[in-house]
């Protein structure tokens, strides 16, 4: 009986894992779950038209692919073809979420190409089988697909294959 328990687990987790090649199951982030740092709804829905790089980060993780946006940021992309999109995950920290969302106010006027969502209730995780506690990486083509994910720290290596990416996608 356990085993098959386990199995029904695994199955249906893996059902909800995000696919590469695929565009992924609606998520929305909105009211106590969180939402954009204005208030407003964050579907990813609005993940089309543009090729976008998710940022989905625990706030203690925050500096992991730090070298990812100095590269970014220095490709200076069209911004009517590209988009970046940081989604912190709130309920992975310790830190007082009024501390967080005062600091991401900050960073939307800082940088306000990109869209800075709130996820108080480890939306993605559950809903597409994101990393919780860790800084994960996804990009997306301009028809919504997933191109590209990785958990955790990107390599240099890594690091060049995802610019390469983007510029081809564009």
């Given at each position: 009986?356990?085993?098959?328990?386990?199995?029904?687990?695994?199955?249906?987790?893996?059902?909800?894992?995000?696919?590469?090649?695929?565009?992924?199951?609606?998520?929305?982030?909105?009211?106590?779950?969180?939402?954009?740092?204005?208030?407003?709804?964050?579907?990813?829905?609005?993940?089309?038209?543009?090729?976008?790089?998710?940022?989905?980060?625990?706030?203690?993780?925050r500096d992991v692919n730090k070298a990812l946006t100095q590269a970014l940021k220095a490709k200076h992309f069209d911004r009517s073809k590209y988009r970046s999109v940081a989604i912190l995950n709130l309920a992975a920290t310790w830190?007082?979420?009024?501390?967080?969302?005062?600091?991401?106010?900050?960073?939307?006027?800082?940088?306000?190409?990109?869209?800075?969502?709130?996820?108080?209730?480890?939306?993605?995780?559950?809903?597409?089988?994101?990393?919780?506690?860790?800084?994960?990486?996804?990009?997306?083509?301009?028809?919504?697909?997933?191109?590209?994910?990785?958990?955790?720290?990107?390599?240099?290596?890594?690091?060049?294959?995802?610019?390469?990416?983007?510029?081809?996608?564009?």
């Amino acid at each position: 009986m356990k085993k098959i328990v386990l199995s029904l687990l695994l199955a249906t987790g893996s059902l909800l894992a995000i696919e590469t090649g695929k565009v992924p199951a609606l998520a929305v982030i909105d009211g106590k779950d969180g939402g954009t740092v204005k208030g407003a709804a964050w579907s990813s829905a609005m993940l089309k038209d543009k090729v976008t790089v998710l940022f989905y980060v625990d706030p203690d993780e925050r500096d992991v692919n730090k070298a990812l946006t100095q590269a970014l940021k220095a490709k200076h992309f069209d911004r009517s073809k590209y988009r970046s999109v940081a989604i912190l995950n709130l309920a992975a920290t310790w830190l007082p979420n009024a501390i967080l969302e005062s600091k991401l106010k900050a960073k939307q006027k800082e940088f306000p190409d990109t869209v800075y969502i709130k996820d108080k209730n480890r939306v993605l995780v559950q809903k597409w089988g994101l990393k919780d506690d860790s800084s994960d990486i996804l990009i997306f083509d301009k028809d919504g697909k997933l191109i590209y994910k990785k958990f955790g720290k990107l390599t240099k290596k890594e690091i060049n294959k995802v610019v390469t990416l983007i510029e081809k996608s564009l």
